[in-house]
């Protein structure tokens, strides 16, 4: 519940804030991190390795084909935004990368960003 709501990545502690805070029950980081791995091996949610946090799948209603899910993730406020990139330009990378000897470990990119909105709060503060 907590990962639908929030428009920013979250820990699993944070999670277990969330259920105490606003739900009214503890529940167990431990649990928390089994819950999360359920989720993202049903691809409802997914774990941002740069972040260390998680956030919901933005197309768990969905039930057509989509792009490549990959990440932006705002250094400031960790707000994420998940967008797709083709299959084609997936492919090419992976290609690039065989070719220096290397292998693809995953096909998810996070690209660490700052949001609109603290940029425009680092604008602010500089003037």
Known sequence: MGLLESDKALSAYELTEFCRDRLGFDLLPMSVYRILEFLEGEHLAHRLNLANKYVACSHITCDHEHDVPQFLICKE?????????????????????????????SHQIELDCVCDECSREETIEET
Request: hydrophobic residues 45%.
């Open 77 to 105: 406020c960790f707000h994420v935004e998940e967008v797709g990139l083709k299959r084609t330009f997936i492919n090419t990378l992976e290609k690039a990368i065989d070719e220096a000897g290397f292998h693809l470990a």
